[in-house]
């Protein structure tokens, strides 16, 4: 199975990525960054996560990769006047960085594993590039633990079909409460481990989301025709769930700090 990314790089997932700060999302992190550090942002995204790291650890070196190249030049965008650290940018896959072994202090992704395939293969690429001691922090989204209220049965149909369409992608929506377990497989020390919810975007912003990526499945003339009527059977549910404008929804991501 191939990665895909199933969110896409439509408007609503692009503002939703770009709102990201490092003071929130990577706060669990920047007490291990250090000045001096070589560090990797895998996944970086727009940046913004990526520009907070570079000022927060003034004196840092900041490898911010992505798979997408429109990516890393917003990322190059994003960090073109922060003078306190060096930001370098890079388009590769997280299963072949084009990094030397040992040569990474410190790893972060966010919002990354949830897409991969393999996500052992990335980490066992993690554990190469970075030095003896060196430090991962992870965080990974976990839908079987998000909050959302009214969860109804159109609700509840809709996800299903949303958790398929990541699936489909390569993905898993369940991601957050496997990332412990994959990175003591890849011989990781894990140091700390939580789970924190936030909220990503609001209910009736993320019952459009989930309509909008169920249609466009639907239109897609690559999508399994055996998935069609259970797609069908979703996007009329979100359709219905998108009437509902009174809601609570926060994401459960999982945080993961581990050493080699």
């Not at 979703?234 to 581990?258: M, V």
């Amino acid at each position: 199975m191939r990665d895909g990314y199933a969110p896409g790089y439509a408007a609503d997932a692009m503002s939703m990525m770009s709102s990201r700060r490092a003071a929130e999302r990577a706060a669990f992190a920047l007490p291990s960054l250090r000045p001096g550090m070589r560090i990797v942002d895998l996944g970086c995204g727009p940046g913004s996560i990526t520009a907070g790291i570079a000022t927060a650890v003034a004196g840092c070196h900041i490898v911010a990769i992505d798979t997408e190249h429109a990516q890393t030049t917003l990322t190059r965008a994003a960090t073109t006047r922060i003078k306190m650290s060096t930001v370098d940018t890079l388009t590769a896959s997280a299963y072949a960085l084009p990094l030397p072994d040992e040569s990474v202090d410190a790893v972060f992704a966010h919002a990354l594993f949830e897409h991969l395939a393999h996500p052992a293969a990335a980490l066992q690429e993690l554990h190469r590039v970075l030095v003896p001691g060196g430090a991962i922090a992870l965080a990974a989204s976990d839908w079987s633990r998000a909050k959302i209220q009214p969860q109804t049965a159109n609700v509840t149909a809709a996800l299903r079909g949303h958790y398929l369409l990541r699936r489909r992608a390569g993905g898993d929506p369940y991601a957050g409460r496997n990332l412990a377990t994959h990175v003591t497989a890849a011989g990781f020390r894990v140091v700390t481990t939580h789970t924190r919810h936030r909220q990503d975007m609001t209910y009736p912003q993320l019952a459009t989301y989930v309509e909008s990526r169920l249609a466009a499945a639907l239109d897609n003339p690559t999508t399994p025709p055996g998935d069609h009527a259970q797609l069908a059977s979703a996007a009329r549910s979100a359709w219905t769930w998108t009437k509902t404008k009174t809601g609570t929804f926060t994401q459960a991501w999982t945080e993961l700090l581990a050493t080699k």
